[in-house]
């Protein structure tokens, strides 16, 4: 059975669902009938290997990841792929060209610039509130790939497509949505996603390579960070984040069991569009400073009070909805305000209860 829980609105490490948490439960210090736990065992046995392919298999699965790429199970983070990137995809022409619509595809590109040249593709800003057209874009000539993040998790900036790169390998950043919409995977050269989001706890980074990418690595890439050698060996080169790989298999088969990729994707609208309604209805009172058109279905940034945010009025916020059980609501440090963080396990009567108090709060400190 379920301990009652608080409601996780937190950006990350982020709410799991709680089947998954129980199943977890059951079998943490037995694992099926080995006697042992998924800690304990080796990452060569025949046990463990099925754990990892079978991960693979239902990921590829729900994203219908076609033969020719191949699914990598890494660590280092969303920080660590920053510096994998370039180091094994820039030295065919030591240019790449970056998105910059956030403050994780900024930082990306600042740590690519170690290793060669980042060309920007759009005006340096740090007020990220939406997408400029791709028709003033500056893309180099020569670029060896083109990198951008899919979901800003701090800015709260989603991209409601996916740019056309004209032949050019396509890398991307989808740590914060990856699994909450449909799309076509061979448009892509690499996508990368820490699982600590929406797939699976902290300590596990899902990449997926289009298999004649590899074998370009710099001669410096550490071997942790190679994708050819951990593509090689499957993943299990060295020891692997065993534990981590064996939830986010789990996540995978809850969201198969759920529906799919389609479904999730259908709740992330209904319950993104139940906080943007509130929103949006509330004369500025919550003010959302990004573009209608590019807001983020998973995490949403806001403000009380007006534009620059009214800090009192944020805080009585935050203790009222902790009060009710709402936890981690606070914006990240360089936005301040509020964020909700909508992922595939934040339920929509999780959401319900957000909207509800939302507009109760409005009602009652509205000038
Ligand atoms: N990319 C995105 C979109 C993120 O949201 C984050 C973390 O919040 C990162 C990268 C960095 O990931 P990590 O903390 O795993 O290095």
């Given amino acids: 059975t379920c301990l009652e829980s608080a409601i996780n609105f937190g950006a990350g490490p982020a709410k799991l669902p709680e089947e998954v948490l129980v199943e977890v439960q059951k079998e943490v210090v037995h ?31 729900l994203l219908n990841i076609p033969d020719n790429y191949k699914i990598l199970f890494m660590q280092g983070g969303g920080t660590g792929m920053f510096a994998a990137v370039p180091l094994n995809l820039m030295s065919e022409t030591g240019v790449a060209d970056y998105i910059v619509t956030g403050s994780w595809s900024a930082k990306a590109a600042k740590e690519a610039a170690k290793y060669g040249k980042v060309n920007m593709v759009l005006p340096k800003t740090d007020k990220y509130v939406d997408i400029p057209d791709p028709s003033t874009w500056n893309l180099s000539p020569n670029a060896s790939y083109i990198y951008y993040c899919a979901n800003e998790t701090v800015h709260g900036i989603e991209f409601p497509y996916i740019p056309d790169t004209q032949g050019i390998p396509l890398v991307t950043d989808m740590s914060s949505n990856i699994l909450s919409r449909s799309f076509d995977v061979s448009k892509f050269g690499v996508i990368f996603a820490g699982a600590q989001k929406n797939i699976g706890p902290a300590g596990v980074t899902l990449v997926i390579i289009r298999e004649d990418l590899l074998g370009k690595a710099a001669i410096a890439c550490p071997t942790v960070l190679d994708f050819t050698i951990m593509a090689k060996d499957n993943s299990l080169h060295n020891t692997p984040p065993t534990f981590a790989i064996y939830v986010m298999g789990l996540v995978f088969q809850w969201i198969k069991k759920e529906g799919g990729v389609k479904e999730m994707e259908r709740r992330a609208i209904e319950k993104s569009n139940l906080i943007y309604e509130i929103i949006n209805s509330s004369n500025n009172f919550y003010y959302c400073p990004v573009k209608n058109d590019v807001r983020s279905r998973m995490n949403v940034p ?17 203790v009222g909805a902790q009060k009710l059980g709402m936890l981690q609501l606070k914006g990240h440090r360089l936005v301040g305000g509020i964020r909700a963080s909508l992922y595939n396990a934040v339920t929509l009567d999780n959401a319900r209860v957000l909207a509800k108090y939302m507009k109760e709060f409005y009602e009652n400190n509205k000038k």
């Fill in 31 to 61: 694992y099926g009938t080995t006697k042992i736990s998924v800690m304990e065992m080796s990452h060569r046995s025949a046990d463990y290997a099925k754990i990892n392919d079978t991960a693979q298999q239902t990921v590829r699965e």
């Fill in 302 to 318: 806001f403000r009380i009070g007006d534009s620059n945010g009214d800090e009192e009025l944020e805080k009585k916020f935050l």
